[in-house]
């Protein structure tokens, strides 16, 4: 019998380039947040760098990039000059009250003075929570989640929207920027590792997010499972219902790798996890298999300090591309 290795890989910074898609999103989201405001037209656009904001991602503790936007709105609102509330039960009414009686000059003039406006605000103020702001992070698209309807209206373009949720979309008519991802390694690399070895991915994505790359580039056949978001709330439901108890089961919990750990254990002699963020070395080192983190920076634009990160998380082993996974995961072999 060959002896195999289950390779999980994370999906977004490992397999997909989304600097151009999901995080420009969270860029652009924060910045249609505020359309409306006195001075609107003066924020930069982009607000910030990705570098600036990959280091707060890689602060950890951020289940996703709808969390990431609703913090980063929460540090830029510490700037904005106006009402901080306002008590109409209509969150889109609410949200446009309290928007147009502001004025972002303060904050347009700070994001222009620093390279990393961002993570000076978060240094400053930590990841507390503005009242307004969270109320308008509540519920879900349609439902009173602002941010994150937002957000998704910009990722998935106005079209793709509509056919998701099954409402038009509100604040952004233009194309997806879902459209914008690229693979970001060769498909021989997949090819090869598949025919000694189980790959499966457990990503923060919701199923249909995650589906769509990879029947894009044509990468579903090389991976014997995906687990996704909707995996992880399909168990959190199962367990308020069973034992009337709330938890998270995003990242950097492990319940992604032992659930597929647990599909494949009788069939393999070890287990990696492939990342790029800290919360994924956390979920490596916290997995009952016992799955080994690695750490990938080939989306990183500050290698050294993401380097550092992941180790702090746990990481087992740091690599700069695909081809040294050949130096840390045995060959098939016969046993």
């Not at 904001?53 to 609703?70: E, H, I, M, P, Y």
């Not at 990696?272 to 990938?296: E, K, L, Q």
Request: with cysteine; hydrophobic share 35%.
């Amino acid at each position: 019998m060959e002896s195999k290795s289950l390779i999980v890989f994370d999906m977004d910074g490992v397999i997909v380039d989304v600097s151009s898609s999901y995080r420009d999103t969270v860029r652009q989201t924060a910045r249609l947040f505020f359309k409306g405001a006195g001075s609107w037209k003066d924020l930069p656009d982009p607000l910030f760098s990705l570098t600036d904001l990959a280091r707060v991602k890689q602060s950890g503790g951020l289940n996703n990039d709808w969390d990431l936007t609703f913090l980063v709105i929460n540090l830029l609102f510490t700037l904005v000059k106006g009402p901080t509330d306002d008590q109409d039960p209509d969150p889109w009414t609410r949200h446009n009250k309290v928007i147009s009686s502001c004025d972002v000059t303060v904050l347009s003039q700070f994001l222009n003075s620093t390279k990393s406006p961002v993570t000076s605000l978060l240094k400053k103020n930590g990841k507390q929570k503005n009242e307004f702001i969270t109320s308008l992070f509540t519920g879900d698209v349609g439902s009173g989640n602002i941010i994150k309807q937002i957000f998704q209206e910009i990722y998935l373009g106005k079209e793709m929207f509509k056919a998701t949720y099954g409402i038009p979309a509100r604040m952004y008519h233009g194309k997806g920027f879902i459209n914008r991802e690229k693979l970001m390694l060769d498909r021989s690399i997949l090819e090869n590792l598949s025919k000694t070895n189980i790959l499966a991915i457990a990503t923060g994505r919701p199923k249909a997010e995650a589906d769509y790359p990879l029947d894009l580039f044509d990468l579903r056949k090389f991976f014997k499972i995906t687990y996704t978001l909707d995996d992880c709330i399909k168990e959190e439901q199962k367990i308020y219902k069973n034992e009337k108890r709330r938890v998270s089961l995003s990242k950097p919990n492990p319940y992604m790798l032992d659930a597929i750990a647990e599909i494949q254990k009788h069939n393999v002699s070890g287990f990696y996890y492939i990342g790029d963020m800290p919360d994924d070395m956390v979920a490596a080192s916290r997995s009952r298999a016992g799955f080994a983190g690695i750490g990938i920076l080939i989306s990183s634009s500050d290698k050294d300090k993401l380097k550092e990160d992941l180790l702090q998380a746990g990481a087992d082993y740091i690599i700069e591309d695909f081809e040294a996974l050949k130096n840390i995961i045995p060959q098939g072999k016969r046993i």
